[in-house]
């Protein structure tokens, strides 16, 4: 499983990262401190408190995801 922290700041980001994922034949899971959420699901991803860093959970490894990940690493 790859594990990778980003942040997500607008809209436009989470649709981007809901656009990658939802290309992956493979789980990919978007959590917080709280909840575990779909990385496919936009409406669970904007449920989360976009306001602090999050982390990626890749059951797979896929180029173009990476790339879109690369994006919104949190520093």
């Known amino acids: 499983m790859l594990e990778r922290k980003i942040r997500l700041r607008s809209m ?8 990658a994922a ?8 978007v959590k917080n401190d709280q909840m575990s959420i779909d990385g496919k ?3 669970g991803l904007v449920n989360l408190d976009l ?8 059951d797979g490894r ?3 995801l990476e790339k879109v990940l690369d ?4 520093e």
Do not use: G, N, W, Y
């Open 12 to 19: 436009e980001d989470v649709t981007a990262l809901v656009s």
């Open 22 to 29: 939802e290309k992956c034949a493979f789980r990919v899971e």
């Open 41 to 43: 699901s936009i409406v």
């Open 51 to 58: 306001t602090r860093p999050l982390l990626v959970c890749l």
């Open 62 to 64: 896929d180029e173009a």
């Open 71 to 74: 994006r919104f690493q949190a």
